[in-house]
């Protein structure tokens, strides 16, 4: 497992670990090196400042810049980082605002425990692309009417039924977004997002190969020889560069030093050829949970 679940998840999963959610963690003061990072007392100020201009950016709200909300919501993590002390932010990006890989099936599992979901606008699609009107995220809150819950309702912030949400993942899934889960201010489990590389976290992380911002998913793609057709659908999903094809045998390989677990390779595949295994059990990618330039 993650070093979030050794940490937060009492032998699970931390994100299926639903005092994560609570709204205990929400409101309880933040310890001395939280708020150096965060500038905020409290995980509900934090995720306060977030929203008004992560997330209400892409829905017509005040209009800032990356670096505007960076400085306001990682004040400590930013000052960090600009004075070239990396590891320093990077442990302190973990306590702040940290993500991981999840399956269709997880994501299916955090949607049945939570009692509030509203899909928002993304912000990350806002900043890099210019674009407000993509809801690839999902707020997430055991507490009915909570931080998320009280949003108002209007075009850009919606309430759903847990079978609405799950339907939308799944075509998300089938679209080849990774889905997400991510803290605000760890353990507190904020949100369900759905990714590519419009995402900031991707874009930073995986394709500019910047400082890791998310764990690897706890399992990892295998392939069905056998079953492979060849067809390289697969390959086309995959967004991390962990799918080869071989013309010689006319097959489909992932590499599990690679894989970030995601499955949406998977979601492809018309044979099912492609199956999500432990990533625990691997010899080789156990205990590979981030990459690092």
């Not at 497992?1 to 609570?22: A, D, I, P, V």
């Not at 707020?139 to 209007?154: F, K």
Request: aromatic share 10%; proline share 4%.
């Amino acid at each position: 497992m993650c070093e979030f679940c050794t940490k937060h998840g009492e032998g699970k999963e931390w994100y299926l670990q639903m005092k994560n959610y609570s709204e205990e963690w929400l409101k309880a003061p933040l310890a001395p090196e939280e708020k150096e990072a965060t500038g905020a007392s409290t995980r509900a100020e934090w995720l306060g400042s977030f929203c008004k201009l992560f997330t209400q950016a892409a829905s017509g709200g005040e209009r800032v810049t990356l670096e505007q909300m960076a400085a306001a919501v990682e004040p400590g993590i930013v000052r960090w980082a600009m004075a070239g002390e990396r590891s320093r932010a990077f442990e302190a990006q973990k306590q702040v605002h940290f993500g991981q890989v999840v399956t269709i099936e997880d994501a299916e599992r955090i949607i049945d425990s939570v009692d509030s979901i509203t899909r928002l606008p993304c912000g990350c699609r806002y900043f890099t692309t210019g674009k407000a009107d993509k809801r690839y995220c999902f707020g997430l809150g055991v507490v009915a009417g909570g931080m998320w819950g009280a949003m108002p309702d209007s075009h850009t912030f919606e309430t759903l039924a847990k079978e609405e949400a799950k339907k939308i993942i799944r075509d998300y899934d089938t679209e080849g977004l990774v889905h997400t889960v991510w803290t605000a201010v760890t353990p507190f489990v904020m949100g369900l997002c759905n990714c590519d590389r419009d995402c900031l976290a991707y874009r930073g992380y995986i394709e500019k190969r910047g400082m890791p911002s998310f764990f690897r998913g706890e399992s990892l793609g295998e392939v069905e020889v056998e079953a492979c057709s060849g067809c390289k659908e697969c390959v086309k999903q995959c967004q991390f560069g962990a799918m080869f094809y071989s013309s010689a045998l006319g097959k489909v390989y992932i590499d599990p030093t690679r894989c970030f677990g995601c499955g949406v390779c998977r979601a492809a595949c018309a044979t099912e050829a492609i199956r999500m295994a432990p990533r625990a059990a691997h010899p080789t990618a156990a205990n590979i949970w981030l990459s690092y330039p």
